[in-house]
């Protein structure tokens, strides 16, 4: 055999075996702790079709729907191992990736959907470019609701709330911190046993999206509603850049194209069925309780007494440059309303 046809041979096998050139399917294994009947669940299994319909079948994305690929910890690392190459998560969840994420959970600091826009409007490349760097690619945030207030006796003011126990996810370290250091009575109790929590007296009271009080009838017990939002419930889609890289340039501004649509269309469905669970818990009699706008400001007051234990000192509870960009930003927002 000459050394042309040697030669020819050799780059041959070259273009066969090389990632660059090889066209095998792309899997996208995605996990997901949100059941499938939900809006978040069924704009990621439009996402799942879109995706493979652009790609002509080159990206299939699987998901795991309702926790089965484990919880936010589990499904981290398998994520960073490649076990899985996709995932939802809660802002604490993405905290564990950014942990600056967490300064827009900064209680009473956004206030309303309007605001939200705004601060992620101006943030939002921040986040992801510091996320990429990192090891992942945000494929979407949306809010999945904003967190009230539930309690067996009414709540209009911080110091109602004070002389009552609020219960806590144990895994929610950043807002269980923030809460004592502004003199709650905390105390740790996982989301499944909430509701016994609330029958034996161990809380008083929970902070919960309206939706999963509605779901999972802690409405029931704690039957009042403090009517303001503590905090935006805020999710989002991370990929691997082992996987994201896989995919081919030519389809991934249509990718992404689709996860931004799909964002609007999960915090309009979200908002509306938050809306219907609040309607449907009052119905069934959770007395819904608005603070006056003086008593409203009380809390924000009593918030800013706070801030420096918040992201003061050499361990801050929120990332101090995040969550001084967001209040400037706010700042300038609401000087224009």
């Known amino acids: 055999m000459n050394k042309q046809i040697k030669s020819l041979l050799i780059v041959a096998l070259l273009l066969i075996v090389s990632p660059v050139f090889a066209q095998g399917k792309v899997t996208i294994r995605l996990a997901s702790l949100v059941p499938e009947n939900t809006a978040w669940g069924a704009a990621i299994n439009r996402m799942a079709a879109e ?32 076990q899985i190459q996709a995932a939802v998560f809660t802002s604490a969840g993405m905290s564990a990736v950014m942990p600056e994420v967490m300064s827009i959970s900064y209680p009473f600091l956004i206030r309303n959907d309007e605001e939200l826009d705004a601060v992620m409007l101006k943030i939002k490349p921040q986040l992801n470019a510091k996320i990429q ?51 709650y009575q905390m105390v740790p109790v996982s989301l499944p046993d909430c509701l016994v929590s609330l029958r034996s007296g161990m809380i008083d009271a ?12 802690i409405f029931g017990i704690a039957g009042n509603m403090a009517n ?16 994201w890289r896989r995919i081919p340039d030519k389809y991934k ?46 809390w924000y007051d009593d918030t800013a007494k706070f801030e420096n234990n918040l992201v003061g000192g050499s361990t801050p509870v929120f990332n101090r440059e995040y969550y001084f960009l967001i209040k400037d930003i706010l700042t300038e927002y609401r000087k224009e309303r």
């Open 228 to 243: 303001i939002n503590i905090a935006p419930f805020m999710g989002g889609i991370l990929v691997n850049n082992t996987a």
């Open 206 to 217: 929970t902070y919960q999206s309206p939706v999963y009080a509605a779901g999972n009838q």
């Open 133 to 183: 760097q990192n090891g992942f690619v945000t494929l979407a945030w949306a809010c999945a609701g904003w967190i009230k207030m539930f309690s067996k006796t009414p709540v209009f003011s911080p110091d109602d709330l004070r002389k009552i126990k609020l219960g806590s996810p144990p895994e929610d370290q950043q807002m269980i911190q923030a809460f004592r250091l502004m003199g």
């Open 51 to 82: 995706w493979s319909k652009i790609t002509n079948g080159e990206v299939e994305v699987i998901v795991f729907h309702n926790g089965t690929a484990g919880g936010e910890g589990e499904v981290l690392r398998k994520l960073k191992i490649n």
């Open 253 to 298: 501004p249509q990718l992404l194209e689709v996860c931004k649509r799909l964002e609007g269309e999960i915090e309009s469905s979200i908002s509306g069925f938050e809306t219907e669970s609040i309607s449907i818990m009052a119905n069934y009699g959770l007395k819904i309780n608005t603070p006056s706008p003086a008593q409203l400001q009380t």
